[in-house]
């Protein structure tokens, strides 16, 4: 579940609880459309570069972009494998080509790049 799902259903319990209590109000509903309109969720992408074109292949190289100034590269690498940021909420949005293997010093590529998303 992302953020914005969580605040909407934070939202929705506590309005039954409200309009339960008849306390009900304009305020409530201005709440709703600032979640909705005012904090629409980011789109941020990783960029993960592996070893192989396999998931749980090691990742040598990445990149993330957040949807706004990322302020530099992170030195620490965030995930080893592909699948780990799967299983941390990133979705698989592009995988790379199952070419036969190369030798990335042979050309200006970095490993088989797979391109995540996560909606925060």
Known sequence: MNAFSSKTQLW??????????GAFCA????????ILHGNSPC??????????????????GWAEHPGEDPGGVDPVRPYATVVAAIQDGWRAIHFP?????????????????????RFD
């Open 27 to 34: 305020a409530d509903l201005d709440e709703l459309d600032s």
């Open 12 to 21: 929705a319990a506590t309005a039954r609880r409200r309009l339960g209590d």
């Open 97 to 117: 080509q199952q070419l036969a293997p190369f030798d990335d010093r042979e050309t200006d590529l970095v490993g088989y790049e797979f391109i995540l998303e």
């Open 43 to 60: 789109q941020r992408l990783l960029y993960l570069h592996a070893r192989d074109p396999s998931v749980t292949a090691d990742v040598i």
